[in-house]
């Protein structure tokens, strides 16, 4: 059926789409409630200890890359033999790394929506839009700097002439209109858990991109890749910074809301993707993204553990019986699920995987 209404489904790296089993349905964990401590927590913290532990992972604009450090200068009287130079390199670049430079690309550029997020938490809101509180001060800032991430790929991509940038731009807009739901709402511990676990994923997939485009010989686009997966870890340093600090304030309520976010599954902010055409894209980019190696399901299971190492969660204790099911939960349960999962997974992949146009590429099939 043609679809004629805007795209109302929910990077970057792909969202891992487990099967529950018949142990995992029975498993619930709540949402934690919004109870007054937490709040007046974060609040705590978005004075001296943000400034001294948040904003020293802000680069000062002067001191930052920009989009073009990287692109052919238009001012430059070689301006076209540069782009002639860049269009024969990547002749070499597949379809299929296209698009997933495409749909990192649109998760970038996303940035209404993402700041949106960032001020929802109560307690953590810039209440006027230019407030000087610490963490106004970050999310602004954050803000700024991913921006630059969505523009330079852009830019790449328009200039290298192997992409529909019509059918791009219409994707963007259709997810900048359809937002996304994390479901972190307005709780102030469950945004930065989110988060540390999504800077991580598209750094991870940033990387691997540009290894890729390296084997291919475009170290440009090497060197893009490779500068933004730099960017991406610093802001996940400074968000998993603040999470283990909520971990060390209030173990319990942290523990509880890491279980949650855990349960319910990290979903990427492009899964609402929609092109005008295939209401599936973005689990079809996520297919293409698996299969050459930019972002799997052991990406997914790897960053679960490396957090709950980082968060020292296994060495929790005093905990509530909450609490306690719910380090269970994050520390035992969940990965033995997802390394069983993940068996299956790869049998699946060993199958050949069928080809789907990709109107961002002109409507050919990879």
């Not at 993707?273 to 050459?292: C, T």
Request: aromatic fraction near 10%.
């Amino acid at each position: 059926m043609k679809r004629t209404f805007p795209c109302t489904k929910f990077s970057m790296a792909a969202t891992i789409a487990y099967p529950k089993s018949k142990e995992a349905s029975k498993l619930v964990i709540r949402k934690p409630c919004l109870a007054p401590e937490k709040i007046e927590i974060f609040k705590s913290l978005d004075d001296y200890w943000s400034e001294k532990n948040l904003l020293i992972h802000l680069k000062p604009v002067e001191k930052c890359w920009q989009p073009q450090d990287f692109l052919p200068d238009p001012a430059s009287d070689g301006f076209i033999e540069q782009i002639k130079e860049m269009r024969e390199i990547v002749k070499e670049i597949p379809d299929e790394y296209f698009v997933v430079l495409v749909g990192d690309m649109i998760t970038e550029e996303v940035l209404p929506t993402y700041q949106t997020m960032a001020n929802r938490p109560e307690g953590a809101q810039d209440e006027t839009g230019a407030s000087l509180t610490p963490w106004s001060i970050w999310t602004r800032s954050w803000t700024a700097e991913e921006n630059r991430h969505g523009d330079l790929l852009n830019k790449y991509l328009y200039l290298s002439g192997r992409v529909d940038m019509g059918q791009v731009e219409k994707t963007v807009q259709y997810l900048i209109g359809s937002g996304m739901d994390t479901g972190t709402g307005k709780d102030p511990y469950l945004f930065p858990i989110y988060t540390s676990f999504q800077e991580r994923a598209t750094a991870i997939s940033h990387g691997n991109m540009g290894r890729l485009a390296k084997e291919k010989g475009d170290l440009k686009l090497s060197q893009i890749c490779g500068t933004i997966a730099a960017d991406e870890k610093r802001h996940e340093t400074a968000y998993s910074k603040l999470v283990g600090k909520l971990f060390e304030l209030d173990p319990n309520g942290t523990v509880q809301a890491f279980a949650y976010m855990m349960w319910r599954k990290i979903t990427m902010p492009g899964e609402l993707m929609y092109d005008g055409h295939d209401n599936n894209l973005f689990m079809h980019f996520s297919a293409v993204a698996g299969s050459v190696g930019v972002y799997t399901f052991s990406d997914y299971i790897d960053i679960l553990d490396v957090l709950v190492e980082k968060w020292k969660v296994r060495d929790l204790t005093g905990l509530s019986a909450e609490g306690q099911e719910a380090q269970e939960f994050v520390c035992d349960h969940l990965p033995r699920r997802l390394r069983r999962l993940e068996e299956r997974a790869e049998k699946r992949a060993n199958k050949k995987r069928q080809t789907i146009p990709f109107s961002w590429i002109f409507n050919r099939a990879v």
